[in-house]
């Protein structure tokens, strides 16, 4: 199941823009944020990576390795392809004469349509994205430095 947007069109905003003055987020407030990141931001840092940290640093978590960047670009990956996603998913049930008859509609909210070619040593990303990208990397930074919602987050990944 992949997560839900927030009304805003956006992962865990309720998250992300919390103030420091905000109750401390419950285990279900965070229960899917922390599903998020064990399912899709480990994928960014690669399981041989990861088993790499663990064996280092026994006693660590994923909490422990990941950065504000691994996580920001998480979202942006997600955000970007989410609907192409599920349009594609809904492609594959699809009979072959429904197939045939069926136009794709969604596109890359953050990216350049999909088979562009790129000039050499571009990447594809769009203004918009790379703004997107340091504006969730600046919100996890602040998450991050919040020592008791942090420390509270880790509390729930152990759980």
Known sequence: M????????HLFSHILNRNQDDDIPTYE?????????????????GR???NKFYRMH???TLL????????????????NGHEIWAEDE???????????SYNKTKIQKYHVKKGTRLKVFMDGWLDEGRVYYEVVKTCINNLHRDSDCWNELNMHWKE
């Open 2 to 9: 992949h997560p839900k947007l927030s009304s805003d069109g």
């Open 29 to 45: 407030d965070m229960e899917e944020f922390l599903r998020f990141l064990d399912k899709y931001v480990s994928g960014v840092v």
């Open 48 to 50: 041989r990576e990861l």
């Open 58 to 60: 026994p006693g660590l």
């Open 64 to 79: 422990d390795r990941l950065t504000d960047s691994d996580i920001a670009y998480a979202f942006l990956v997600f955000e």
């Open 90 to 100: 809904q492609v594959r049930r699809m009979n072959a004469a429904e197939k045939e």
